[in-house]
C-alpha cells in the first residue's frame, strides 16, 4: 500500500511568486486535508478537499487555493507569496471527513520564500 | 472549540530512562486524541490515537499513552528511551469546527536523549 507522498520536497521562492504543491493520497482515501507547519510550531489547518469539492477551511488567506482531481489527489496553489509563507506544508489523507478517520501525513514540501 | 497544550517545549532524558511528555486537552465532547512523531525533515507519523474504546492506548516503538478525563490530560510515556526517539513530539485534538473535522495540534516537545 502506497503512503501519502508529496512534491517537490523543497521550493525556493521570491515574494510575489506563485507555488503549486502536490499531494497523491493513500490508497483508498478519498479526503486530504493541507496544514503549515512554520518553524517552531505545531502545524495549522488550511482546508480540507473531499471528493474534489472544498470541505471546510482555516483561517488562512483567499489566496490560499487548493483542488482535488478524481484520483483524490491535491494541489495547494499560493498565489502573491510573502516571507511568512515559508514553512513545511503537510498534507493528510484519510479514509472520509468524520470524527473517527484518522488523517495520515506524507512527508511535506518546504517553501522558503525569498 | 477544543484545543491542546503541551507543557515542555524541551524535553532531555538520558538513554534508559523514562520517557513522560505531556499533554493536556480542553474539549467540550468526548475528544479523540493523537500523538504524533516528527523527525528531522520528515512529515508527521502516527504513534498511537485515543478514540474512547480503552483508556490506555498503545502505539508503536514502546509508546503508550493513558487518557484521564478528570485531569484532561493524554501524556505520551515510554518506560525506557531509546537515541532513536530524539524526535519532535505532537499532540492533537480531532476538531469539529464549522462542520470540518481537522486536526487542533500542539506546539510540539522536542525529546532529547542522551547517552
Known amino acids: 500500500e502506497t503512503g501519502v507522498t508529496q512534491s517537490p520536497t523543497h521550493l525556493i521562492k521570491t515574494r510575489g511568486q506563485q507555488v503549486t504543491l502536490r499531494c497523491s493520497s493513500q490508497?483508498?482515501?478519498?479526503?486530504v486535508s493541507w496544514y503549515q507547519q512554520a518553524l517552531g510550531q505545531g502545524p495549522q489547518f488550511i482546508f480540507q478537499y473531499y471528493r474534489e469539492e472544498e470541505n471546510g477551511r482555516g483561517n488562512f488567506p483567499p489566496r490560499f487555493s487548493g483542488l482535488q482531481f478524481p484520483n483524490y489527489s491535491s494541489e495547494l496553489n499560493v498565489n502573491a507569496l510573502e516571507l511568512d509563507d515559508s514553512a513545511l506544508y503537510l498534507c493528510?489523507?484519510?479514509?472520509?471527513?468524520?470524527?473517527?478517520?484518522?488523517?495520515?501525513f506524507g512527508p511535506g514540501t518546504r517553501l522558503t520564500v525569498l | 472549540a477544543q484545543s491542546v497544550t503541551q507543557l515542555g517545549s524541551h524535553v532531555s532524558v538520558s538513554e534508559g530512562a523514562l520517557v513522560l511528555l505531556r499533554c493536556n486537552y480542553s474539549?467540550?465532547?468526548?475528544?479523540?486524541l493523537f500523538w504524533y512523531v516528527q523527525y528531522p525533515n520528515q512529515g508527521l507519523q502516527l504513534l498511537l490515537k485515543?478514540?474512547?474504546?480503552?483508556?490506555l492506548v498503545k502505539g508503536i516503538n514502546g509508546f503508550e499513552a493513558e487518557f484521564k478525563k478528570s485531569e484532561t490530560s493524554f501524556h505520551l510515556t515510554k518506560p525506557s528511551a531509546h537515541m532513536s526517539d530524539a524526535a519532535e513530539y505532537f499532540c492533537?485534538?480531532?476538531?469539529?469546527?464549522?462542520?470540518?473535522?481537522?486536526?487542533?495540534f500542539g506546539t510540539g516537545t522536542r525529546l532529547k536523549v542522551l547517552a
Open positions: 492533537a485534538v480531532s476538531d469539529q469546527g464549522s462542520g470540518t473535522y481537522k486536526y487542533i
Open positions: 490508497s483508498g482515501h478519498n479526503t
Open positions: 474539549s467540550s465532547v468526548p475528544p479523540y
Open positions: 485515543y478514540t474512547s474504546a480503552a483508556t
Open positions: 493528510a489523507s484519510s479514509l472520509g471527513t468524520g470524527f473517527t478517520d484518522t488523517q495520515y
